[in-house]
């Protein structure tokens, strides 16, 4: 059996990916589960994040997003019987590649797939699903009727962040990068109910077409949003699309927060004194942290459900996007790690 790992050796610009040869246990342990891969995700490895948290390995295994059926379950398993639909999320020191045909896997980590959602789909949206509702609920904390700007709302993580606010009574801003994903923005409409666009407003941020904090704060009438999303930010001046980090602490209202992925953000004394006299905050998203602690493991199973059954009622509907074969695995891994906006699903 053969899965796709990720070689990281130092000296080496780009990290490699390779099929190596795997082999599974005889004897299932007493809370796992064997599963039949049908579809698996795939995103960027964070190797830096790999390394801070301990985990130090030749080879890293490529692939986490699951979805498929359960063969054998262990003798401690209480939620899951043999043939059942999961789908799930592997944890970061998860010694099985998601790209093998059969993975073992801890009962905690996984939940029930509903029949009318796909594995293909499940498996390509359910990472950014998770990040939408850890950054909105867990972070954020929103409510109905506060107004939320998503930075690059055309990406996957930005398109779920939208269609999450929008289903719980958010009036939603969004970027666009270009003419054509803001006009993809606008024709953005739900599943069910009435048919409004999701998107209150798309400013566009391309070619200086755009000054995103007066669109802000004009949208806003001048008192700003309650809640910020981005996807990376703009430590210094810079001719780029990303927005520059006091322009948003800028538009955020009194009592607002900032949600970044910005790893490394530094703020400047003036910035910090800024949010201190609008008493907001700057939260910083890391999905893996429900996966490195188990802490709140209750707390994640109950996302990860809920998430499915948005998926599976048309709540988060992603772009749609063709199932890659294995066969073309490395190829696409490879370019996802050098787009990091790019994910691709792979159909086994």
Not at 67 to 88: H, I, N, R, S
Not at 247 to 270: K, R
């Amino acid at each position: 059996m053969k899965g796709l790992f990720c070689r990281a050796e130092e000296g080496e610009a780009e990290p490699k990916f390779i099929i190596q040869e795997t082999t599974l246990p005889e004897v299932l342990g007493s809370h796992q589960v064997r599963v039949q891969v049908k579809a698996c995700g795939l995103s960027p490895v964070d190797l830096k994040l790999l390394r801070d948290v301990g985990i130090q390995t030749d080879l890293v295994p490529v692939g986490r997003e699951v979805a498929g059926v359960v063969l054998q379950v262990g003798p401690k398993v209480t939620f899951f019987q043999p043939k059942d639909e999961v789908v799930g999320i592997l944890p970061l020191d998860s010694l099985c590649s998601g790209l093998c045909e059969v993975i073992d896997v801890d009962e905690c980590v996984l939940v029930r797939r509903p029949e009318k959602l796909s594995a293909t789909c499940a498996a390509a949206t359910l990472r950014d699903g998770v990040r939408a509702y850890t950054a909105l609920h867990t972070h954020a904390g929103i409510a109905a009727g506060h107004t939320l700007l998503v930075l690059d709302g055309s990406s996957n993580f930005g398109l779920m962040c939208i269609q999450l606010a929008s289903y719980c009574g958010l009036k939603v801003l969004a970027t666009s990068n270009s003419a054509e994903e803001q006009a993809f923005l606008e024709q953005l409409r739900p599943a069910v109910g009435v048919q409004e666009p999701l998107v209150a407003r798309v400013i566009p941020v391309y070619n200086g077409s755009s000054d995103l904090l007066s669109a802000v704060l004009e949208e806003t009438g001048g008192l700003g949003v309650d809640a910020v999303i981005d996807s990376g930010v703009c430590l210094f001046i810079e001719e780029k699309l990303l927005p520059h980090k006091h322009d948003i602490i800028s538009m955020l209202s009194a009592g607002g927060t900032w949600v970044t992925s910005h790893q490394d953000l530094q703020l400047d004394p003036p910035d910090c004194r800024l949010l201190f006299l609008k008493s907001a905050s700057v939260s910083f998203l890391n999905p893996e942290v429900w996966t490195t602690s188990s802490a709140q493991q209750g707390r994640y199973l109950h996302i990860l459900k809920d998430v499915i059954e948005k998926m599976s009622t048309g709540v988060l509907r992603p772009r749609p996007q063709e199932a890659m074969p294995l066969y073309e695995a490395v190829v696409v891994m490879e370019t996802i790690q050098r787009q990091l906006r790019k994910t691709a699903v792979i159909q086994l």
